[in-house]
């Protein structure tokens, strides 16, 4: 298993305004993944993030909106740009168990606690 | 990847058995079924996953008929604290690329 922790937790924000959220994992892994899951609503993809190259990011989310560093194999950034009300979400990073496991062919991953995002 | 179709939500008492059925009418021949468990404020947990056949763990069970079209996970005498969201997912294995479905919202009423 992995024990990942996300900052901040929480923010309330002004629009217009960025937010940069941090990953980090207790365990080196190669590849991180950022989610966005808007109120009661499920989870969506929003970029792979793979250390030593740039993210690949999933159809509707850009780089200039979500940027993405990933300095070390145990440690990321989201960074929300410009935001809007509409980015109010619940922002969740995760890491494969196929790192963590040695080569397990199992489809598990290991969420983050997540950070819940207000924007007014 | 998949489609998957569940019901958004079901009730059910303390102690009872529950069984979510998941649909996936065009799984691929290299897809596994995947099954998460969400509680409110924190990320999705695996609880189990498979490819034919049952599957059981500690936690759960999951059936999975031969033509794979479909699976159901079966939660034993629930308790109070597995009312939570229960996503199923199928994707080949080593994917990474999930699609969460709308997921079952699982109430335990005592």
């Known amino acids: 298993s992995a024990v990942i922790s996300q900052k901040p937790s929480r923010d309330i924000c002004q629009r217009g305004t960025s937010l940069t959220i941090q990953c980090q994992v207790d365990s080196q892994v190669t590849m991180m993944f950022w989610y966005r899951q808007q109120p009661g609503q499920s989870l969506t993809l929003i970029a792979t993030a793979n250390q030593g190259s740039e993210a690949t990011y999933e159809s509707g989310f850009v780089i200039d909106k979500f940027p993405i560093s990933r300095p070390n194999l145990t440690f990321s950034t989201l960074t929300v740009s410009n935001m809007s009300p509409e980015d109010s979400s619940i922002y969740l990073c995760?890491?494969?168990?196929?790192?963590?496991?040695?080569?397990?062919?199992?489809?598990?991953?290991?969420f983050g606690p997540g950070t819940r995002l207000t924007v007014l | 990847l998949a489609k998957t179709t569940q019901p958004i939500s079901m009730d059910s008492y303390e102690g009872q058995e529950v069984n979510i059925t998941c649909s996936h009418n065009n799984i691929a021949t290299n897809d596994y079924i995947t099954w998460y468990q969400q509680f409110p404020s924190q990320g999705p947990r695996f609880i189990i996953q498979g490819y034919k056949t049952k599957v059981t763990n500690e936690v759960a069970s999951l059936f999975i008929p031969a033509d794979r079209k479909s699976s159901t996970l079966s939660l034993p005498r629930v308790s109070l604290s597995d009312t939570a969201v229960y996503y199923c997912?199928?994707?080949?294995?080593?994917?990474?690329?999930?699609?969460f479905g709308t997921g079952t919202r699982l109430k335990v009423l005592a």
């Open positions: 997912l199928v994707a080949p294995s080593g994917t990474y690329k999930y699609i």
């Open positions: 995760s890491v494969e168990n196929r790192e963590l496991a040695g080569g397990s062919s199992y489809n598990e991953q290991f």
